[in-house]
């Protein structure tokens, strides 16, 4: 303000100086031009004496166009009168148009102009919010985050060859992966290009010194996600990556995010992303045209967001996955060099659905997407040889129940009563029941000779199964042609459980009509035929379901009740108030007769005890047990070995769903897995489990697994 | 002073003669014009000062140096009799063409932004605004020649047609800018020379004709080849940025746009001196030297343009005024011809920054950054002073 007034202060005495100038001037001029003209009006006379120096100098002029050229006598600015007042009305004009252009401009429309140069001057630049952290059901971190370095590029730094060639050279990656990862638009368009994310200090500290020779490049200390444990609980995780352009246009309402951003891609990093992510801080700066930062006028602090607590517990998850890792790839994480080529395990609380551990494998560490996944990665990573490590097989893997699903049938038989707990049958290892002449195999193929309903779920013997199925097909006018499929929708097998991830499977129950549609190209496979009776019953054919469906349906046999199946535990905010805490849902309430129930849990509970190595292996942790073991014949590939257990018997807390894709035998190599991590379970409970340690991500490599003896489905 | 009579050197001096001599001292230097033209420095220095004090790019001690060189050159250039070189028609237009066409050369041109414009010996100067100078001593001497009254067609032609060719030469780099700037010195010189009116009519209507067929035949010209010819594409999209004041603000209309939020945000105070923030940020481009305007306006407010304005005005009314009390057509036609070049200037450079005017690359006088146009100034100022004073001197001396 001061200095205002001074200047206006100096522009008054300005201007009066030039006005005294200016009256000045003209009251001489006026003087000198009345007496030109009296002059020129009497060229001859001599004149008053006012005008003598009027006269003198067109003497003087005179003698001068003498000896030099024949100008003329007059003075030119008498002749040019007329020109002079053209040129000064010139002038005058110019002057005041200028002026009246500069007193709209700066007077009339001046608020406006100001406000537009306040917002050339200011600019409001997002700082990003730290996501919050996950952390087991017991408070230990599964996700943290941690600072890292971060070499930004702008895009049209992939046109520059000498930039992209320093980079390759301080950062030490090839010419044409800098170039790759300039040009990747996949972060937008317009966004920075991350060219190397965790640089090392000394190399962003080089870019730093020797900005003029790195036009475009920026260094940024980001905060990215650190994972304590490796691949740990993967894919219930999730990972996070830069928000594209498309999820932005999706964004729920309320969800403050913008480009760059990094934004939850799967797991539960997804499903809660509102909830994670925190509220961006503002600083307002005003900057040069270069976006140099000359000022920070104010500052907001960006708000972390909510930390979520998960149901799942770190050591049982830690055991999970490692029994599973050393299970199927022992040898430097390469498939094959064990048993099976894929595998999933899903531990549930039965008391309120929540999921104490859900493994997937082959994994990935999901710090392979920090910064963008590598092409070469993401690649791999999408090949048959690396077996789709991105897959959450715990819910996304569809399969055949097998053996696993006698625990239901069985139900349905007691429930119409095709099977009472006197009914026997006889296995002779064969049954043709339907009079094709070509004889369908129990897995014994010996025979099971005699057996009641327990014995038939406690051996898996088939042809008792193969019999309730035909009971069901010869009785279809009475009970109708789903009595079975209506049963088994019950234990809500075909659809979706609803658990707090994305990408659930929904499982399939085979119906006439779904045959009818889905072979309605083909109308003589699409037929409804008495097989496929006998093929459901067993829990093959065209049965699909979910480790988390099996997982679920066991919970139910366990209790009566299935609980909806879920990760989240609660959320608290920074100041760690709990916000949200998940409330228990009852999917549904068993509708069935207790003692058939009762004699189904017997003889789950008869599997576990009878068969002697499952016995041994339970017997040897000193878990008390019901259980039952499945092995899944899939075309073209080796047997699918599955697993479904509860623990303990007398008092169900949890249930345990396995399956080994290509493992061969449940009871050879599931039963051990789920009986392993069962341990863990229980263990953790008392106390005497905290071992925790890195998952690796998968290697993507595989062999062909050792070729298997194959004996038959031994379940 | 070659007139002097011989009887005023032996005679002994009275109290007239004393008082003679005393106005001949006050005469070497006419007063009021010397004040003016040392706030109107002293102020493009203070504003040329703020202006470049955040950039690098430009010396504030080379613009101090330009002005000491000024300084010098107007003192010498004032001191030399203008009526000796009332002659040279020719030498003149000799000068012009070599001068102008000099960046042609071989070795001394240098090519820059699209423009053989400068030439390098030992610094780098710009031949075309020096021949401003020698442009108006051309146009002043051809006009001077028909005594303020030129009736004949054909003398008409022939006059146009050399004031003609320092413009014909410019083009060859090409600078539209500077000549149009010789055009209009050419026009003041016909105007205030005398020339009939019905003949600056019909000059005039030719030259709106000549624009109009060059816009014309270029399209042709596209339509041949696919491309304009005649008229860069730049000169076209700063025609588009002016006739369309929102066209392209980021792209083509960003100068334009960004210069008149500088002048606007001014206010009446301004932001104070030191304080504007569109050129210190770097936002607006080319501060120092074309949007210098820009920075006093934003700095100093509606006041600081009224002071400047005024101060321009007070130096052309001076001139207006020496011209008028000249004694020959040669000396009043070179005052009015520089006043005509700085009133063109005046009016294009701020006319542009407002957006009454397209934009081109002409420099504010006595305002802009640039050495070379602050020496020709300067030289400008002391042809004035010689006109002054060589007939208000002799004035003085007689008495």
Redesign the interface.
């Known amino acids: 303000m001061l ?3 001074i ?2 202060l ?2 008054l005495v ?2 009066a ?3 005294v ?2 009256l ?3 009251r ?2 006026r003087s ?2 009345v007496g ?1 003209k009296k002059s020129a009006a009497t060229i001859d006379s001599v004149g008053v004496k006012s005008t003598l ?1 009027d006269y ?6 005179h ?3 003498a ?6 006598v ?4 008498d ?2 009168r007329p ?2 007042l ?3 009305a ?2 005058a004009g ?2 005041a ?3 009246a ?3 709209s ?3 009339l ?6 406000s ?3 917002e ?2 200011y600019s409001v630049v997002s700082t990003p919010a730290p996501r919050g952290y996950v952390y087991d059901a017991d408070g230990l971190a599964l996700v943290k985050n941690r600072s890292s370095l971060t070499v930004l590029a702008d895009p049209d730094v992939a046109d520059n060859r000498d930039v992209l060639l320093r980079l390759s050279t301080v950062l030490g990656v090839p010419y044409n992966v800098v170039r790759q990862r300039v040009k990747d638009a996949s972060s937008g368009a317009q966004s920075q290009r991350v060219v190397a994310s965790d640089a090392r200090m000394r190399d962003v500290a080089f870019i730093s010194e020797h900005a003029d020779a790195f036009p475009g490049v920026t260094v940024e200390t980001r905060a990215v996600r650190d994972y304590p444990y490796g691949a740990l609980a993967a894919h219930a995780l999730g990972y996070t990556g830069s928000v594209s352009e498309d999820e932005l246009g999706n964004m729920a309402a309320g969800r403050d995010i913008e480009l760059g951003d990094d934004v939850g891609k799967s797991g539960v990093e997804s499903t809660y992303d509102n909830l994670i992510a925190g509220d961006h801080g503002q600083r307002k700066v ?5 976006g140099n930062v ?1 000022e920070v006028v104010s500052e907001t602090q960006p708000t972390r967001g909510s930390d979520v607590y998960l149901c799942i517990k770190g050591p049982v998850q830690y055991a999970a996955d490692k029994a599973l890792a050393e299970l199927i790839a022992p040898d430097d994480g390469v498939i094959g060099s064990g048993a099976g080529t894929a595998g999933a395990v899903v531990v549930l609380d039965i008391a309120d659905g929540g999921i104490v551990a859900m493994s997937s494998y082959p994994t990935f560490a999901p710090s392979t997407f920090t910064g963008g996944i590598p092409q070469e990665v993401w690649d791999l990573y999408n090949t048959e040889e690396s077996h789709y490590p991105l897959m959450n097989r715990a819910i996304s893997g569809s399969y055949p129940a097998a053996s696993t699903y006698k625990a239901f049938t069985s139900m349905a038989a007691l429930e119409y009563g095709f099977a009472t707990d006197t009914s026997t049958w006889t296995c002779t290892g064969s049954w043709d029941g339907w009079n094709t002449g070509q004889p369908q195999m129990c897995w014994e193929h010996s025979g099971h000779g005699t057996l009641d309903l327990y014995g038939g779920i406690v051996n898996s013997c088939d042809v008792v199964f193969y019999e309730i199925a035909k009971a069901f097909w010869d009785n279809q006018e009475t009970v109708g042609e789903t009595a079975l499929q209506d049963y088994l929708r019950k234990f809500r097998f075909g659809e979706y459980t609803g658990i707090d991830l994305s990408g659930e499977a929904q499982g399939r129950i085979p119906t006439p009509e779904w045959k009818a549609e889905h072979f309605a190209d083909y109308p003589e496979e699409a037929v409804w035929k008495g097989g496929d009776m006998t093929n459901m019953i067993i829990g093959q054919g065209y049965v699909l379901t979910t480790p988390l469906q099996i997982a679920c349906a066991y919970a139910a046999i366990a209790t009566g009740t299935m609980m909806k199946p879920h990760l989240l535990k609660e959320v608290r905010n920074a100041s760690g108030e709990v916000v949200l805490s998940f409330e228990p849902e009852v999917l549904t309430e068993i509708d069935v007769n207790t003692d058939d129930l009762a004699l189904v849990r017997r003889s789950l509970r008869g599997v576990a005890t009878d068969n002697s190595y499952i016995a041994k292996v339970l017997n040897d942790y000193g878990i008390q047990a019901a259980c039952k073991t499945g092995t899944a014949e899939v075309a073209g590939k080796e047997d699918y070995a599955w697993f479904a257990m509860y623990a303990p018997y007398d008092d169900p807390k949890y249930v345990v769903a396995c399956i080994v894709e290509e493992g061969g035998g449940g009871s050879d190599t599931a039963m051990p897995l789920g009986a392993a991590v069962m341990n863990a379970v229980l263990a953790y409970d008392r106390g005497e489990l905290d071992e925790m340690g890195r998952i690796a991500g998968s290697t993507g490599k595989s062999v062909e697994p050792a070729a298997h003896v194959s004996s038959g489905r031994t379940d | 002073m070659a007139a002097l009579p011989q009887i005023d050197t032996i005679k002994t001096p009275d109290a007239a003669v004393v008082q003679a001599a005393r106005n001949a001292r006050r005469a070497r230097f006419n007063v009021p014009f010397v004040v003016v033209v040392a706030l109107l420095v002293s102020y493009g220095l203070l504003i040329v000062y703020s202006a470049v004090r955040v950039d690098a790019d430009y010396s504030f001690t080379r613009q101090l140096a330009g002005v000491a060189i000024g300084l010098v050159a107007m003192l010498l250039v004032w001191r030399f009799d203008y009526r000796k070189l009332s002659d040279f028609v020719t030498l003149f237009l000799i000068i012009n063409v070599v001068l102008i066409l000099s960046p042609h050369l071989p070795v001394i041109g240098v090519e820059a932004k699209g423009a053989q414009s400068w030439i390098k010996i030992g610094m780098q100067i710009q031949p075309g605004e020096f021949a401003k100078v020698t442009v108006v001593l051309l146009d002043a001497a051809v006009m001077a020649r028909y005594g303020g009254r030129l009736d004949d067609p054909r003398e008409y032609c022939r006059a146009l047609g050399i004031m003609l060719v320092p413009f014909a030469c410019i083009m060859t780099q090409p600078d539209l800018g500077t000549g149009l700037v010789y055009l209009f010195i050419a026009a003041v010189a016909l105007v205030m020379g005398g020339a009939r009116p019905k003949y600056l009519l019909i000059t005039l209507a030719a030259f709106v004709a000549a624009v109009a067929l060059v816009f014309a035949v270029d399209e042709v010209i596209k339509a041949q080849t696919g491309e304009y010819k005649l008229l860069q594409q730049y000169q076209r999209n700063r025609l588009l940025v002016f006739i369309n004041d929102d066209y392209d603000p980021t792209g083509e209309g960003y100068n334009l746009n960004q210069a008149k939020i500088a002048i606007g945000s001014g206010g009446l105070f301004g932001q104070g001196l030191f304080k504007g923030t569109q050129h210190a940020l770097g936002i607006l481009p080319e501060a120092p030297t074309d949007f210098i305007f820009c920075v006093l306006a934003e700095e100093l407010g509606f006041v600081g343009v009224v002071v400047l304005l005024a101060l321009y005005a007070a130096l052309i009314l001076i001139c207006f005024n020496i011209a008028r009390s000249s004694n020959d057509l040669f000396g009043m036609l070179i005052v009015m011809c520089v006043v005509g070049m700085w009133l063109f200037q005046i009016l294009e450079n701020i006319g542009m920054d407002c957006g009454l005017m397209p934009i081109t690359g002409i420099p504010l006088p006595f305002m802009s950054y640039g050495s070379s146009f602050m020496v020709v100034n300067f030289i400008m100022l002391g042809m004035i002073g010689s006109v002054w004073s060589h007939n208000n001197a002799s004035l003085g001396k007689r008495g």
């Open positions: 200095i205002a007034i200047a206006a100096v522009a300005l201007t100086a030039a006005v100038i200016v000045n001037m003209v001489k001029n000198e031009s030109v120096s003198m100098p067109k003497h003087a002029n003698g001068t166009a000896s030099s050229s024949s100008q003329p007059t003075v030119p600015a002749v040019l020109r002079f053209a040129m000064g010139l002038v110019v002057f148009t200028l002026l252009k500069l007193w401009m700066q007077i429309a001046g608020s406006k102009y100001a537009e140069s306040e050339n001057r005003m900057a040069d045209s270069k000359v």
